[in-house]
């Protein structure tokens, strides 16, 4: 037995052993002994661990499973590999990866929606408990290298501005590196990227053939190859997490391009023709029924013939985005086989954290924050039509239609948040560890979840679930290994009892059997009126004979139905489940929901070189009046370039200066821009350059009034005619320079950083806007600051 195999592993850090023994006085003292120092290493026979989890894929879209799209990597480590088709998520993005970093249920860390809807209540609050250290903690606490590439979508949304802290994030999670976005989406040309917690900008655009795929699997071949030159005797574990195949829809056309009338078909006929595959293929029983579709989908055939081919190409740009997404995945899985470590390393290649996500409307968007502010109705036919060459480029920001993701998702009713049934929840997995596991190209068919992950891992590299981490006692793991199945595919399942749940949503796996409850539907709006929660009609499945929940059972056996009711009730309350909140505009207001603001009041300070500020930073000047001032330096040759910017090509403002003449945009939605110029340019030397924008009022997304000042006296006024009232993009807001999509076309995403001094830059909305004379004292701003601290 190694040195390694005899560390006592159940607390963490593992704790120093001192010396106990002679001590000499001089170190040549031929009695001198000290035994040499060992660094920390696993146990013998650890293996490297890869987790690939890709984003938004329902179960009936990787050729890996039956599905239309071509994903060879997953097709060739499935061969040498396991297909599991019966293991699980929880029907969303943030709580499916707390559970899989953590081997605990989404509600026991406290992650019972995304971050974004956090509540006050313990399953809901988003904060993970320090008796749920992360799988990356223990790993890295037992002497493995370990990195995050991709996204993350864990950190409580009132700590993702650059002043921390840093807790929550992948390198206080048990990542020693991170390359990625801390966010739900990203635009896939324009990333808001992080290196550790440092913001960092794309090595290029998109015009010199840039995309985020490509750049994070860069990054992990660099690290691996990097970390196996140096440490060759330490294994690693690397978590990869694209921001694909999330929304926006983003791929260079030749992917797309390659699907060009694949789906003109339909999406009813395409369900059929995955349905016969997946058969064939052996991932579904020979036996079972496909589930048919509700009517809150359109039938293909009642679409009007103007729509069809925008929604067919909708279809092929998503179809090239993920299979330009397996192909970088392949890219990273021939750099382990190049090093010679491809054997040694038990690969999770998750194809979806939940189900397809049907958030893109019944008919798609060419960008999703335009159905997102309730102006859907602007996505007439013709203007989808005028825009279809732009779907999946850089001036979109793109989602595909309802109908697609419910047939991304057969055999199985439903799409991503809805957790009570197989369409939200069934993600078609993988796992590769040709040293660990006999079996060859075989489906593996006994029930896991992503809870399970964890414990797997560790069995397979021989460490104790931890019972200290940092001080603290731990909660035990709520999954259970799957490593029992590796090499006997008859073996009785473990996993026998799992709860699921989701904006109300909900069902419970018993054995076999189901009871499950829809609550809400993905695609209605967030004010929508629902029926309590007692008045929710439950289905019962058997299947054990019913794979797909095809035939509902509850009127011929109420009481088995009552009787798992009351084991989901059982599990709701073990694990943080109640109280039920099923809110969602509400929840997205902080106040309401009882979770920190990181920004508070009707003023904000910020400072020359801020940048990459999260839209978590600044304070709200949705639907009402508001005034940005900045106090810049204008250098002799001229001013130029951007003093303060808010989100991006899809929806933003700027404040910039343009042949030295102020200049102010409100970019609607990335399809309406309207502009204010200064007919006066700034002066060298110190100024202060103002916007104000004065809110019509009388309802939500109202226009208003804008008048630009230098030194407080106007030089420019116009109109903006229309606002977006919920959420202006998901990019960041930058001082002195804007970062990633540029906000007006007045100007590219590099080389428009203003080329004098910001000094500061004062966010003032409301009554704060109207009560200045256009100028700022020094006493004024002194006091906003104090106000703050």
């Known amino acids: ?171 206080g999670s048990g990542f020693e590196y991170f390359y990625g976005f801390v966010a739900a989406e990203t635009n896939q040309y324009y990333p808001d ?32 190859r990097r970390q196996k030159s140096l440490m060759p005797d330490k294994p690693f574990f690397m978590y990869f997490a694209p921001g694909a195949t999330h929304a926006p829809h983003h791929v260079p056309k030749e992917w797309a391009d390659k699907y060009k009338g694949k789906f003109d078909q339909g999406w009813d006929k395409l369900r059929e023709e995955t349905f016969a595959r997946q058969k064939k293929l052996g991932v579904i029983p020979p036996d079972c029924e496909l589930t048919k579709r509700h009517p809150e989908i359109p039938a293909w055939d009642t679409i009007d013939p103007k729509m069809k081919p ?43 954290d939940n189900g397809a996500s049907a958030e893109g409307t019944l008919q798609g968007t060419f960008n999703e924050m335009i159905p997102i502010n309730g102006f859907g109705q602007l996505e007439t036919p013709e203007f989808l039509k005028k825009n279809l060459e ?51 190209g075989e489906v593996r068919s006994q029930f896991h979840h992503v809870i399970d992950v964890a414990p797997t891992i560790l069995e397979a590299a021989g460490l104790p679930q931890p019972a200290f981490v940092n001080g603290i006692q ?19 399942e473990r996993h026998e009892t799992q709860y699921f749940e989701m904006v109300g949503n909900r069902g419970i796996y018993h054995k076999g059997w189901t009871a499950v409850t829809k609550h809400r539907t993905p695609w209605e709006p967030g004010m929508v009126k629902l029926p309590p929660f007692d008045d929710d009609v439950w289905e019962l499945y058997d299947t054990n004979r019913d794979w797909t929940q095809a035939h509902d059972l509850a009127k011929e056996m109420p009481e088995k139905l009552h009787e798992l009711q009351r084991l989901w009730l059982i599990e709701a309350v073990k694990y943080n489940v109640v109280p039920l909140d099923d809110r969602m505009t509400e929840r997205c207001n902080p106040d309401i929901a009882g979770r920190p603001q990181l920004v508070r009041g009707n003023r904000q300070l910020l400072f020359g070189g801020m940048r990459h500020l999260s839209p978590h930073s600044i304070v709200n000047t949705g639907n009402k009046s508001y005034a940005i001032t900045a106090e810049v330096v204008a250098p002799e040759a001229g001013a130029q370039g951007v003093i303060f910017a808010y989100g991006g090509i899809g929806g933003g403002v700027s404040l910039y200066v343009r042949s030295g003449k102020p200049k102010f945009c409100y970019n609607f939605c990335g399809i309406r821009h309207f502009f204010v110029e200064g007919s006066e340019a700034i002066p060298a030397g110190k100024h202060q350059v103002r916007m104000e924008f004065t809110y019509d009022g009388g309802g939500l997304a109202k226009g208003g009034a804008v008048a630009l000042f230098i030194d407080g006296r106007e030089v420019g006024a116009g109109r903006v005619e229309i606002t977006e009232p919920f959420a202006l993009s998901g990019e960041t807001v930058d001082v002195g320079m804007d970062g990633g999509s540029p906000v007006s076309p007045d100007y590219g995403p590099r080389g428009n950083a203003f080329n004098g001094e910001v000094n500061w830059v004062e966010i003032d909305v409301d009554k704060a806007a109207l009560d200045m004379d256009h100028i700022l004292t020094g006493e004024e701003r002194f006091r906003v600051a104090l106000a703050l601290q």
């Open 1 to 171: 037995m190694s040195t390694q195999d005899k560390i006592q592993r159940e607390i963490l850090p593992i704790p120093d052993i001192p010396h106990v023994g002679l001590t000499t006085y001089d170190a040549k003292d031929p009695d001198t002994k000290y035994p040499p120092i060992e660094p920390l290493r696993p146990p013998k026979g650890a293996p490297n661990v890869l987790i690939v989890l890709i984003d938004d894929v329902g179960f009936g879209a990787s050729s890996a499973f039956g599905g239309p799209i071509h994903t060879p990597t997953a097709e060739r480590l499935a061969a040498n590999g396991l297909r599991y088709n019966r293991f699980h998520t929880t029907a969303l993005c943030s709580p499916t990866r707390q559970a899989l970093l953590t081997g605990r249920n989404h509600h026991t860390v406290g992650m019972g929606g995304i971050t974004e809807m956090a509540t006050s209540a313990p399953g809901n609050c988003s904060i993970r408990p320090k008796s749920c250290a992360p799988l990356a903690e223990t790993l890295k606490l037992n002497g493995y290298a370990t990195a995050q590439f991709g996204k993350c979508h864990e950190v409580p949304c009132w700590e993702t501005s650059p002043a921390g802290p840093y807790d929550a994030w992948p390198t």
């Open 310 to 352: 925008i929604l067919a190409r909708q279809m092929e740009i998503y179809a090239g985005f993920l299979e330009h997404t397996d192909h970088h995945v392949g890219r990273l899985i021939a750099a382990l086989a190049d090093l010679e470590i491809l054997d040694d390393t038990l690969i999770y290649y998750i194809i979806g």
């Open 390 to 440: 732009k779907f999946g480029g850089p001036e979109a920001y793109n989602h595909y239609a309802v109908g697609w993701a419910h047939a991304m998702d057969t055999p199985y009713q439903w799409t991503k948040q809805v957790a009570s049934h197989w369409g939200g929840t069934r993600n078609g997995t993988i796992i590769h560890w040709p040293k660990g596991i006999k079996a060859k």
């Open 474 to 492: 731990q909660k035990p793991y709520e999954g259970v290994s799957m490593a029992y199945s590796f090499d006997d595919g008859k073996a009785a």
């Open 193 to 224: 990227l992080y290196e550790g917690t440092i913001p960092v900008e794309p090595p290029k655009t998109p015009e010199e053939g840039y995309h985020l795929t490509e750049d994070l699997t860069n990054k992990a071949i660099q690290w691996v």
